[in-house]
């Protein structure tokens, strides 16, 4: 069974430093983008960053300069390094990859079971 597994939250200040860690297992042959999103308390899951297979990077506004997104192909993992964080990155974060192309030859896109950031003030 192809799936992604997080690891990396909890709980720190403001102004402190998270790693998250995101790792794809299964029969897996490529994997184009991976990215993670978020999902605040009240609010609608939104798109954090993402990273292609050759390394292009891209952020969103809110965490750009801030948070940096890379990934290791050979492990088929993708790591979310935040720092200065504040309050508002507070959330859920989820773990995405796609496309996944599967040694049985499926194209999927998965997502991690979320892993929770809370930035205290």
């Known amino acids: 069974q192809v799936q992604l597994v997080e690891s990396g939250g909890g709980l720190v200040q403001a102004g402190g430093s998270l790693r998250l860690s995101c790792a794809a297992s299964?029969?897996?042959?490529?994997?184009?983008?991976m990215g993670w999103y978020r999902q605040a308390p009240g609010k609608q899951r939104e798109w954090v960053a993402a990273i292609t297979s050759g390394g292009s990077t891209n952020y969103a506004d809110s965490v750009k300069d801030r948070f940096t997104i890379s990934r290791d192909n050979a492990k088929n993992t993708v790591y979310l390094q935040m720092n200065s964080l504040k309050p508002e990155d507070t959330a859920v974060y989820y773990c995405?990859?796609?496309?996944?192309?599967?040694?049985?030859?499926?194209?999927?896109?998965?997502w991690g079971q979320g892993t929770l950031v809370t930035v205290s003030s």
């Open positions: 995405n990859a796609g496309t996944v192309v599967t040694g049985t030859g499926r194209y999927l896109r998965l």
């Open positions: 299964g029969s897996i042959i490529s994997i184009n983008v």
